[in-house]
């Protein structure tokens, strides 16, 4: 019997075989605790090099470390078995970008070899899962295709950085990014009306959740970092550290208060965006949690801190009104959500200014002008939620 017809092996689900509501595995929860620690060491790198250059390397790698958990989480949400097989290539992944962590926290002289092997690994891996479902599964053959090329073209640009002047490095590694992107749009375009069905599953919303969760973790732990490197705190500082958890709640209340338990729009374009639209949200989370050790370091006069702080602010709450263009809403919500999309650019928009003409100020003067404009964001949102959702609750009480 061939190896891929054995239970214990256990070939990928095929394509056309869908679960409805499929849980979120173990296994799952497990492979995203490697993302943990990757998301960490990225944002502890932009600590380290607050500069321009710092932030073009930490959105490079954020969006890279996103692209490679969002197609081993797909790939478990449309091919994932109870067999050995699925069991081998999350774990393969996850050395994978264990591997990617260890090169992070490599000196300067090594940093970009250590880096570039280990994406180059990755990339190779990533480029194989998709191929190799083709073996297993012929309708999917002629989806994973446009993944096989692109993947194939950026797995060489990675590789070709390692041979070539160090001034093409990061043309090459922009381009393998664009590269890694691609191939979903173009499936959407080129299998247009075979594909219209298809949809972000409910499992996949969630594991974004998930997602966005850790990186709130992150941001916490970033919080804390910026109170651990002060030697004696006094009064301002510790009520600068509340503020700092306090923002963060209000950005995880409103987040989640608009976007938690909604499904996404039919349509693999619709699911696609969407879960593009997560790396700048996640990645400007991130870079708010990272910044507030140097905007508690630098005592409120650096503007740099201060500018990396309130646009992670600002980006996210953006993503926010941009993810939810593409959920559904029960209809009783549609007159609302364009108010409640209004709200929140006003708070964006009133943060962006605070940011440029409050460079003078203290950080804890900053931090609460901040806080202030996300619980009246958080105030309003509750209030149009209550209005809302008031004549429909204990409806179902027994």
């Not at 060491?41 to 321009?52: D, G, K, N, S």
């Not at 990339?123 to 309708?139: A, N, P, R």
Request: one cysteine or more; charged letters at 10%.
């Amino acid at each position: 019997m061939p190896l891929h017809n054995r239970i214990w092996w256990g070939a990928p689900r095929k394509f056309s075989t869908s679960l409805a509501e499929r849980k979120i595995s173990w296994l799952e929860l497990f492979y995203d605790l490697v993302y943990v620690i990757v998301i960490s060491r990225t944002t502890q790198r932009l600590v380290q090099h607050p500069t321009f250059t710092g932030l073009s390397e930490y959105i490079y790698l954020f969006a890279l470390i996103f692209w490679g958990w969002l197609n081993g989480s797909q790939y478990y949400d449309l091919h994932g078995s109870p067999g050995i097989r699925t069991r081998f290539m999350t774990l393969w992944q996850m050395i994978a970008v264990a591997a990617l962590a260890v090169a992070l926290d490599s000196p300067p002289d090594k940093f970009l070899f250590r880096t570039t092997v280990s994406i180059a690994f990755l990339q190779l891996f990533i480029t194989y899962l998709w191929w190799s479902v083709g073996i297993y599964d012929k309708e999917h053959r002629r989806l994973n295709l446009p993944y096989s090329v692109c993947y194939l073209a950026a797995l060489g640009c990675i590789v070709g950085s390692l041979f070539l002047p160090a001034g093409f490095t990061t043309l090459l590694f922009w381009a393998a990014l664009v590269f890694n992107f691609l191939p979903p749009f173009l499936t959407a375009v080129r299998l247009r009306d075979s594909v219209g069905s298809l949809t972000l599953s409910l499992s996949m919303t969630e594991r974004l959740g998930l997602m966005v969760i850790i990186v709130f973790g992150e941001a916490i732990l970033g919080v804390i970092n910026g109170m651990s490197n002060i030697g004696d705190i006094m009064a301002g500082q510790w009520v600068c550290f509340g503020l700092g958890i306090l923002i963060l709640f209000c950005m995880w209340w409103v987040f989640f208060g608009l976007i938690a338990d909604r499904e996404c729009r039919q349509g693999l374009a619709a699911g696609i965006t969407m879960s593009s639209l997560y790396i700048p949200a996640i990645a400007a989370l991130g870079m708010t949690g990272a910044s507030f050790p140097l905007l508690m370091k630098g005592g409120g006069n650096a503007w740099w801190p201060r500018a990396l702080y309130g646009s992670g602010i600002v980006v996210f709450l953006l993503c926010i009104i941009l993810i939810s263009g593409f959920l559904k809403y029960p209809q009783r919500y549609l007159r609302h959500k364009r108010p409640m999309q209004l709200m929140i650019f006003a708070a964006a928009v009133a943060i962006s200014i605070m940011t440029v003409i409050m460079m003078p100020a203290t950080a804890l003067t900053y931090l609460a002008a901040c806080f202030v404009a996300l619980a009246i964001l958080v105030a309003a949102s509750t209030a149009l939620w209550a209005k809302i959702e008031g004549p429909y609750i204990g409806e179902d009480a027994v």
